[in-house]
């Protein structure tokens, strides 16, 4: 089981918007800012989409965003397009035993 | 331009070792830490280990502890990872991973392509 919880999987259709939730815990999420997003298309490798909760890095659009509340992190997409449909990981520096704890991942499906 | 090229990975035996290595370009080396980051076959990402850009200080996920050591090489712009030990459940594609400062803090702001190990007799 992964530290930190995202849902399994998204849908949306073109256009529209998302949001892909990622709950930690006071060890993770709550007490740090080092939060990251990022996206996995099938057989390629992760590319960095967010970090510090709510930067981009240069180069990724602006219809991706975070946003961090309490113990839940969130990616949100706006204007959906068909390249969009990856995998997308959270995850977060920890003052557990381990440095860095991912989430599961999550299924985005573009309808 | 920043890559990142991972080299090593392979089938070996359960019990056996493996040494990946990870040639890095485009940047400053000794300036960032570096980390491995593992994905099992159809699996999620799973931080492995991490090494600041002096090389001073590592760290290990519970599951690699005792067995796997990280070590970096500023004169080669190389980073490595010596796998001991191996169990099966070690099986998966092993990504070089760059940290965005001098001290990991575990946030990747570019990733190789992946190495592949299998572990199994």
């Known amino acids: 089981q992964s530290a930190l919880t995202q849902p399994a999987s998204v849908s949306g259709s073109p256009g529209q918007s998302i949001t892909i939730s990622c709950t930690g815990t006071s060890s993770d999420v709550v007490g740090y800012n080092y939060v990251s997003w990022y996206q996995q298309h099938p057989g390629k490798a992760p590319k960095l989409m967010i970090y510090?909760?709510?930067n981009r890095p240069s180069g990724v659009s602006n219809r991706f965003s975070g946003s961090k509340s309490g113990n839940t992190a969130s990616l949100t997409i706006s204007g959906l397009q068909a390249e969009d449909e990856a995998d997308y990981y959270c995850s977060s520096y920890t003052s557990s035993s381990t440095l860095v704890v991912f989430g599961g991942g999550t299924k985005l499906t573009v309808l | 331009e920043v890559q990142l090229l991972e080299s090593g990975g392979g089938l070996v035996q359960p019990g056996g070792s493996l040494r990946l290595s990870c040639a890095a370009s485009?940047?400053?080396?000794?300036?960032?830490?570096m980390s491995w980051v593992r994905q099992a076959p159809g699996k999620g990402l799973e931080w492995v280990s991490a090494l600041s850009g002096s090389g001073g200080s590592t760290d290990y996920a519970d599951s690699v502890k005792g067995r796997f050591s990280i070590s970096r090489d500023n004169s080669k712009n190389t980073l490595y990872l010596q796998m001991n030990s191996l169990r099966a459940e070690d099986t998966a594609v092993y990504y070089c991973?760059?940290?965005?400062?001098?001290?990991?803090?575990?946030?990747?702001?570019?990733w190789g392509q992946g190495t592949l190990v299998t572990v199994s007799s």
């Open positions: 991973a760059k940290d965005q400062e001098v001290a990991a803090a575990g946030q990747f702001d570019y």
């Open positions: 510090d909760v709510s």
């Open positions: 485009g940047f400053t080396f000794s300036s960032y830490a």
